[in-house]
């Protein structure tokens, strides 16, 4: 694998790299050598992703960035399992819920990152129209091109706007849950991180949770409770990215 400048000199000699590991998406490699555990991402969000991280970890445990250059970021192993996997688990329902509570909390102003629906609108645009979007993720009668006239001709009328990480899965969230003296969880794949309403993390929280951690998730989250049309509305949207 070609990496640029000093980023290959990290790994030291005998590093093992594999690609067959959970809670992190997209071109992600986990890198195992004698001085240590890392993930390696590359691609278009990768350095979207290391601005957020950097400005994150202020407010909330997320992975130590170890360098980002061009589109490679590499990250240090937070040493934690997903929740994948743990999809109708009350007790990952709840740790999730009190993560997003915790991330909504933070006061918007401070936020240098914009996700507002011009923004994602404007970036589905360009997915559709560059052809990022798989069509087979659609059914039949419908195309990426008709996704996105309708989130046009349905768009809500307000935004509630929290501070978002925008892919809020339980791949996306670290926690042991099995442990006693485990501390909080930690938050990664925060490319999409930003501004936005809340209904972005609620829409696809509740499309992965399942079951009673469905319950657990919203008991631990608090009110307001979510829309209905506004959770269609951004699941539908998350389709395009």
């Known amino acids: ?30 890198v195992t050598s004698p001085s240590g555990v890392w993930y390696v991402k590359r691609g278009r969000w990768a350095r ?12 909330a445990a997320v992975p130590d960035v170890v360098a980002a250059e061009d589109d490679v970021l590499v990250l240090a192993d937070a040493g934690l399992p997903s929740l994948e996997g743990r999809e109708a688990d009350p007790v990952a329902g709840a740790v999730m819920g009190r993560a997003l509570r915790a991330l909504h909390a933070i006061p918007v102003a401070e936020c240098p990152f914009d996700e507002r629906l011009d923004v994602k609108l404007e970036q589905a645009r360009v997915a559709v129209e560059s052809g990022l979007v798989d069509p087979g993720d659609f059914d039949d009668d419908h195309t990426p091109e008709h996704v996105y006239e309708r989130l046009l001709r349905e768009r809500p009328p307000i935004e509630d706007l929290v501070v978002a990480h925008g892919d809020f899965t339980p791949a996306n969230v670290l926690a042991d849950v099995l442990a006693d003296d485990a501390g909080g969880p930690v938050l990664i794949d925060a490319g999409r991180l930003g501004v936005c309403d809340r209904h972005v993390d609620l829409a696809i929280a509740l499309r992965e949770l399942e079951g009673p951690a469905v319950a657990s998730f919203l008991e631990a989250y608090g009110p307001p409770a979510p829309d209905p049309r506004r959770v269609e509305y951004y699941r539908l949207l998350d389709e395009l990215f």
């Open 1 to 30: 694998m070609q990496l640029p400048g000093r980023i290959h000199d990290l790994f030291g000699e005998g590093a093992v790299w594999s690609d067959d590991h959970g809670g992190m998406s997209g071109e992600t490699w986990r």
């Open 48 to 59: 979207r992703e290391a601005e957020r991280l950097l400005w994150l970890k202020r407010w």
